[in-house]
């Protein structure tokens, strides 16, 4: 997946992917999201049912993009690569799927990447937890709590630090 984002940076279809991967974001926030959503201090996106907190990844990411976007006046923070329009959620899910299957992903769907995001989600709560009871966790402390190798421990606290849920000290 990581391949697809980096491949497909900054388009519509890349951007969406990027969002629901990482944040979790269904495909109507995506379709729907817009500039003046975007909390840039608190890093948070306010969408209409709820607040998504984002990494600092993700802010330079947006920015640039914001950047690019910049020339069309739109409040819509993806755009149509032609019109530079707004996208609908069917739309959006077809020029994703297009994606996934050029990169070989044709099981994969926006719905599976947001479970994908669900299911590390959940995976976290007892490090999560753990760190509000303790103050810090350690690699080997994340070891035994979640039955991880070492790798397998060290990617998890990494992932953890990039999306901005733990900070490495």
Not at 27 to 54: G, N, Y
Not at 89 to 101: C, D, E, Y
Not at 109 to 134: F, G, N, W
């Amino acid at each position: 997946l990581q391949r697809v984002i980096a491949g497909e940076s900054y388009t519509l279809g890349g951007t969406a992917i990027l969002l629901a991967w990482e944040l979790g974001l269904y495909q109507h926030e995506i379709a729907s999201l817009c500039w003046d959503m975007i909390d840039w201090e608190q890093q948070i996106l306010r969408l209409a049912t709820r607040e998504v907190h984002f990494s600092s990844g993700i802010a330079a990411y947006l920015t640039a993009l914001a950047e690019q976007n910049a020339p069309y006046p739109c409040r819509q923070v993806l755009l149509t690569p032609r019109a530079h329009k707004s996208v609908d959620g069917p739309a959006l899910s077809k020029i994703t799927r297009t994606i996934l299957v050029r990169y070989g992903l044709d099981n994969v769907t926006l719905r599976d990447l947001r479970r994908d995001y669900e299911m590390r989600l959940q995976a976290e709560c007892p490090i999560l937890s753990y760190v509000k009871q303790h103050g810090c966790i350690s690699r080997n402390e994340a070891m035994d709590l979640l039955d991880l190798t070492e790798s397998q421990a060290n990617t998890r606290l990494r992932g953890m630090v990039i999306r901005g849920a733990l900070v490495m000290i």
